[in-house]
């Protein structure tokens, strides 16, 4: 049996040992986890992440429908108005009926 030299064993082991490179987050505040990843490049911590599956399930609570007529000018300034906002008709309308019915509560 050969005998290793003292600590050998104990260095190999350190060696083979993945030291991450990120800090303990869990003994920092949100403030001093937020400086910290402010000053340090995301991009030299891809070799210390591991892929993580994510579903999202989005439910869409609208489950009645209204038909609302409107005059061909109300109807076409309202497109307009929607595709400034980068968003489609009914969900501009739904969305000021419901601002609408906030401020008028009845």
């Known amino acids: 049996m050969q005998i290793s ?5 104990f260095m190999k082991k350190k060696a083979n040992k993945k030291k ?3 800090p303990d987050f869990d003994k920092m505040t949100y403030a001093q ?8 490049p995301f991009s030299e ?8 599956d994510i579903v999202f399930e989005l439910h869409k609570p609208k489950t ?13 300034r309202l497109e307009r108005l929607a595709s400034a906002k980068g968003l489609n008709v009914s969900t501009l309308a739904r ?11 009845a």
């Open 5 to 9: 030299p003292k600590g050998e064993s």
């Open 20 to 22: 991450f490179k990120f």
């Open 33 to 40: 986890e937020a400086k910290w990843w402010d000053t340090h």
């Open 45 to 52: 911590y891809w070799d210390e992440l591991e892929d993580v």
């Open 95 to 105: 969305m000021w009926i419901a601002e609408k019915l906030r401020t008028n509560k």
């Open 64 to 76: 009645e429908t209204i038909v609302v007529r409107l005059q061909k000018n109300l109807k076409d």
